[in-house]
Nanobody
Framework: QVQLQESGPGLVKPSQTLSLTCAVS??????????WSWIRQPPGKELEWMGV???????YYNPSLKSRTSISRDTSKNQFYLQLKSVTPEDTAVYYCARSEGLRVGSVKRDEYDYWGQGTQVTVSS
């Protein structure tokens, strides 16, 4: 059974870097042609796609977040990571990691992802 589990600090101060981990079990992050995305949902707002790392390590980002976002992976741990720099209170959200077959650049359609993590709340506040 495929499982994704997000982890990271629940509270981040403004201007700091938010770092999250998505631990994957039941599926290798290097298996063709799966891709692994980060998606967030601010309170009262729609889902926002942040970026994706494909099975081959290639990455794609939301243009509106690209200058602050980095997605990486550790294949030995079967984990992938999100870093978001210079956070502000507007980055407060529930952050999800999700798997898709093939690339889903920009997509927030739930049915285009076959597995999701349970989400982790991140609050940006001093």
């Amino acid at each position: 059974q495929v499982q994704l589990q997000e982890s990271g600090p629940g509270l981040v101060k403004p201007s700091q870097t938010l770092s999250l981990t998505c631990a994957v079990s039941g599926s290798s992050i290097t298996t063709s042609y799966y891709s692994w995305s980060w998606i967030r949902q601010p309170p009262g707002k729609e889902l926002e796609w942040m970026g994706v790392i494909a099975y081959d390590g290639s990455t794609y980002y939301n243009p509106s977040l690209k200058s602050r976002t980095s997605i990486s992976r550790d294949t030995s741990k079967n984990q992938f990571y999100l870093q978001l720099k210079s956070v502000t209170p507007e980055d407060t959200a529930v952050y999800y990691c999700a798997r898709s077959e093939g690339l889903r650049v920009g997509s927030v359609k739930r049915d285009e992802y076959d597995y999701w993590g349970q989400g982790t709340q991140v609050t940006v506040s001093s």
